[in-house]
Structure formats: structure tokens, C-alpha cells
């Protein structure tokens, strides 16, 4: 396989410090650490594409860990975990004691004996799911150093409130993919563009993550949303300097239609303004049903007002037409599928249909590589070895 070799020798150029660390936020790791999760991913789908076994685990949990819903997260984290050759156990915390006042201290090393990664989303309290990410692995950090852990299990984010780091790794992974190499992403223009949907309260950490990230590669981020519904401040400043630093820029505007002119990439997504987001939480602490139910009429009656923030096939043409890439993170309001009015129409997201599909399927690989290179200090090796060992998977 050359196109693996190739992987090798390049994973073998960088200088990184993956190997005993948490994959928390993308914008705290280097751009050689952001390459190898990349580089690795690309190996561990050759490597499966080929027959050949992954799997460098004989034994070992993997902790999956959800606080809120999740189709395609929850199974990629299941399916990477598998590759790599961890059982996953999913703690429900309404059957642990945590519903018995169990600390996160407490819960954090009983969980972890004999457990190689936690893969945690959290992301429906701003302000408190990256927050709680820290807080699990301050306990594991205390566990480990006094003797109470064999080894100290790694985090990996599954989406938080402010970042999904496993999204926006196998979103560019998708477009490296698309165009050929990360150097062919500079100057591409990618539109972040709030969408309108009949639902609210979705989390600010999909776009969050989308000018977080391509901001690191000399892209074109423009970042377009109606007045108010704006992103956390701290994040918008990351992806200013992000931009400036890798030659890229960063633009943010209140027009659908300007993010989409001349566009190479769309992202039409729905998102709750910040200060919603922030009241919504306190509502959620307090278990404040009725000012929740009260919030949601407000925001839908506020969403209303943007019906015509909706990928369609005349904002398509805006773009660079035929050549432009449409994405999303799944699942998708598909207006006049599943809403009469959403994020985008049928006939645009039919035609794109199967690469959205193929977007979602690197994250599996990203999350193994996350998994993989906290876990292993030399993964260049590891992957030659397993490709040598050429171990056929049972099918």
C-alpha cells in the first residue's frame, strides 16, 4: 500500500506530545498534533479497507459516557473503540450512584481500573460541560498518581459546549479528502452560516468548531448569522488569531447570501444565540419546566422572523456552482421531509446526500486516532507493525 507508506514517513516528520493527553479542544493542540490525528485515521481506514486488523488492545474499557442524545457520535465512538480492540461500557448515570450523590471524584475512579479512554458529551449547560471534561480528568490525574489507577484512562471530547472537536477532525478529514491535501485548502472560502429550523436550544460547539479549526489552515472562514445570534466571544477571538497566524482570514457577517457568494464549502447549521443558551442552562439547573417552555415559544417565535436563512437551490448558485461542497454535521432539517420548513431543501440535500454520509463516516477513524495516539507514544510503529503482521479480520 503506498498511499500508507506514504502516511508512515510523513507521521514520522512531526513533532508532537499526543501520547498520555486528553483530546479536549482542537485549538490546544498543535498543528503537527492536529496532522498526525489525521495521518493516523488515514492509516487505521486503510488498514481497515484492506481486511487487516486494528487492533492493538487485547483487553480494556472504553467508557462511553453521554449526557445527552446521539446517533452518529455515539456509534462512531462504539465502532472506533471496537477497531482498536476496547469493550465498550456505556455509564448510564441514572443506574449509577450518582444519582445517590456520588461525587465526580468518586464516579471518575470507579469507573476507571481497568479503562484505557472516556469518550464524555456534555454539551446542553453552557459554561459546564468543558468545565465537568477537566474536572473528570483532574480526579484520573489524582487517581493515577496516587497509586489508585494503573494507569491513568484518556479523555476524549464527544461534543462539549464549546467545542466537538471529533466533528470538525473528521470534517476536515472530509475536506482533505475532497480537495487532495491540506495545502489545497488555502484560500478555499467555507461559509459557517446559521440555518433556520423549527426546533431551538442546539449547541453553539458545531460551528464553534468549524471557524476553530479551518481558521488553522489558511482557509476563507466567513462566519454568517442574523443579529443576535451570536457565538461564545473567547472562540470568535481564537478563530481571529488563528487566521491570522496561519495566513487564512476570518470574517463575520449577517448576510446568508454574502457568506454563500463565491463559496468553495457550505455549512448551513442551526444554533442558539449565546444568550439564549445561557439562560437556557440556568432554567435547566433549576429544572425550571415552565420558563423553559416559556424560552422555547420566545426563541421559535424569534427563529420565525429568519425563514429565508435556508440552503436552497438559488443561494447554491451563489456559490462556486458546481464545484461547491455542501456539509453538515447530521442529522439534517430537511424542509419538506422531515419539517415543512428547515435548513435546507430536499432536492439540495439529495444531490449531496451521499458525500454528507461519507463526512460522517471518518469519525469513527478520527476517534480511534484520538483513542490511538493518547494510548501508544510511537504510532508510526504501531501501524507498520499491525500492517506487517497483515492479521486478516474474520468477515
Same mark, same amino acid.
Given at each position: 500500500?503506498?498511499?500508507?507508506?506514504?502516511?508512515?514517513?510523513?507521521?514520522?516528520?512531526?513533532?508532537?506530545?499526543?501520547?498520555?493527553?486528553?483530546?479536549?479542544?482542537?485549538?490546544?493542540?498543535?498543528?503537527?498534533?492536529?496532522?498526525? !490525528?489525521?495521518?493516523?485515521?488515514?492509516?487505521?481506514?486503510?488498514?481497515?479497507?484492506?481486511?487487516?486488523?486494528?487492533?492493538?488492545?487485547?483487553?480494556?474499557? +472504553?467508557?462511553?459516557?453521554?449526557?445527552?442524545?446521539? $446517533?452518529?457520535?455515539?456509534?462512531?465512538?462504539?465502532? +472506533?473503540?471496537?477497531?482498536?480492540?476496547?469493550?465498550?461500557?456505556?455509564?448510564?448515570? @441514572?443506574?449509577?450512584?450518582?444519582?445517590?450523590?456520588?461525587?465526580?471524584?468518586? !464516579?471518575?475512579?470507579?469507573?476507571?481500573?481497568?479503562?484505557?479512554?472516556?469518550?464524555?458529551?456534555?454539551?446542553? *449547560?453552557?459554561?459546564?460541560?468543558? !468545565?465537568?471534561?477537566?474536572?473528570? @480528568?483532574?480526579?484520573?490525574?489524582?487517581?493515577?498518581?496516587?497509586?489508585?489507577?494503573?494507569?491513568?484512562?484518556? #479523555?476524549?471530547?464527544? =461534543?462539549?459546549? #464549546?467545542?466537538?472537536?471529533?466533528?470538525?477532525?473528521?470534517?476536515?478529514?472530509?475536506?482533505? $479528502?475532497?480537495?487532495?491535501?491540506?495545502?489545497?485548502?488555502?484560500?478555499?472560502?467555507?461559509?459557517?452560516?446559521?440555518?433556520?429550523?423549527?426546533?431551538?436550544?442546539?449547541?453553539?460547539?458545531?460551528?464553534?468548531?468549524? #471557524?476553530?479549526?479551518?481558521?488553522?489552515?489558511?482557509?476563507?472562514?466567513?462566519?454568517?448569522?442574523?443579529?443576535?445570534?451570536?457565538?461564545?466571544?473567547?472562540?470568535?477571538? #481564537? +478563530?481571529?488569531?488563528?487566521?491570522?497566524?496561519? @495566513? @487564512?482570514?476570518?470574517?463575520?457577517?449577517?448576510?446568508?447570501?454574502?457568506?454563500?457568494?463565491?463559496?468553495?464549502?457550505?455549512?448551513?447549521?442551526?444554533?442558539?444565540?449565546?444568550?439564549?443558551?445561557?439562560?437556557? $442552562?440556568?432554567?435547566? =439547573?433549576?429544572?425550571?419546566?415552565?420558563?423553559?417552555?416559556?424560552?422555547?415559544? =420566545?426563541?421559535? +417565535?424569534?427563529?420565525?422572523?429568519?425563514?429565508?436563512?435556508?440552503?436552497?437551490?438559488?443561494?447554491?448558485?451563489?456559490?462556486?456552482?458546481?464545484?461547491?461542497?455542501?456539509?453538515?454535521?447530521?442529522?439534517?432539517?430537511?424542509?419538506?421531509?422531515?419539517?415543512?420548513?428547515?435548513?435546507?431543501?430536499?432536492?439540495? *440535500?439529495?444531490?449531496?446526500?451521499?458525500?454528507?454520509?461519507?463526512?460522517?463516516?471518518?469519525?469513527?477513524?478520527?476517534?480511534?486516532?484520538?483513542?490511538?495516539?493518547?494510548? *501508544?507514544?510511537?504510532?508510526?510503529?504501531?501501524?507498520?507493525?499491525?500492517?506487517?503482521?497483515?492479521?486478516?479480520?474474520?468477515?
Amino acid at each position: 500500500m503506498k498511499q500508507f507508506e506514504n502516511i508512515i514517513s510523513e507521521l514520522i516528520k512531526l513533532k508532537s506530545s499526543l501520547f498520555g493527553k486528553d483530546f479536549l479542544l482542537t485549538w490546544d493542540k498543535s498543528t503537527d498534533e492536529l496532522k498526525q !490525528t489525521l495521518f493516523v485515521a488515514e492509516a487505521l481506514k486503510l488498514l481497515r479497507d484492506n481486511n487487516i486488523s486494528a487492533k492493538c488492545f487485547d483487553s480494556g474499557l +472504553a467508557i462511553s459516557n453521554f449526557r445527552d442524545n446521539s $446517533t452518529r457520535t455515539r456509534f462512531s465512538f462504539a465502532s +472506533a473503540c471496537n477497531l482498536l480492540g476496547l469493550e465498550v461500557q456505556d455509564l448510564d448515570e @441514572g443506574k449509577s450512584q450518582i444519582a445517590h450523590g456520588e461525587t465526580v471524584r468518586e !464516579t471518575a475512579n470507579m469507573i476507571s481500573f481497568l479503562t484505557d479512554v472516556i469518550g464524555i458529551r456534555d454539551d446542553m *449547560f453552557l459554561g459546564a460541560g468543558h !468545565t465537568y471534561m477537566v474536572e473528570v @480528568g483532574d480526579a484520573l490525574d489524582d487517581g493515577f498518581k496516587e497509586g489508585v489507577l494503573p494507569s491513568r484512562p484518556s #479523555i476524549v471530547n464527544l =461534543q462539549c459546549d #464549546i467545542d466537538h472537536p471529533t466533528q470538525s477532525m473528521a470534517d476536515l478529514l472530509h475536506l482533505k $479528502t475532497h480537495f487532495g491535501s491540506l495545502e489545497n485548502l488555502k484560500g478555499k472560502k467555507i461559509a459557517m452560516t446559521w440555518a433556520y429550523s423549527p426546533s431551538y436550544g442546539k449547541p453553539l460547539s458545531v460551528p464553534q468548531g468549524i #471557524i476553530g479549526l479551518m481558521t488553522r489552515f489558511g482557509m476563507e472562514v466567513e462566519l454568517a448569522f442574523p443579529e443576535g445570534y451570536g457565538l461564545i466571544p473567547e472562540v470568535l477571538e #481564537i +478563530a481571529k488569531k488563528n487566521a491570522a497566524e496561519s @495566513g @487564512g482570514s476570518f470574517k463575520v457577517v449577517n448576510s446568508m447570501d454574502e457568506a454563500f457568494k463565491d463559496a468553495d464549502i457550505v455549512y448551513p447549521k442551526s444554533w442558539a444565540p449565546f444568550h439564549v443558551m445561557e439562560k437556557r $442552562t440556568a432554567l435547566l =439547573q433549576n429544572n425550571d419546566s415552565a420558563g423553559l417552555k416559556e424560552l422555547e415559544q =420566545q426563541c421559535l +417565535a424569534n427563529n420565525a422572523k429568519f425563514k429565508d436563512w435556508e440552503c436552497t437551490e438559488e443561494k447554491m448558485k451563489l456559490t462556486k456552482g458546481s464545484e461547491a461542497l455542501y456539509m453538515h454535521c447530521l442529522p439534517a432539517d430537511i424542509s419538506g421531509v422531515s419539517c415543512k420548513e428547515g435548513e435546507v431543501e430536499a432536492s439540495v *440535500f439529495e444531490k449531496y446526500r451521499i458525500a454528507t454520509y461519507k463526512e460522517a463516516g471518518y469519525k469513527p477513524y478520527i476517534i480511534a486516532s484520538m483513542i490511538l495516539n493518547s494510548k *501508544f507514544a510511537n504510532p508510526a510503529k504501531l501501524l507498520e507493525d499491525l500492517k506487517n503482521k497483515n492479521i486478516k479480520r474474520v468477515i
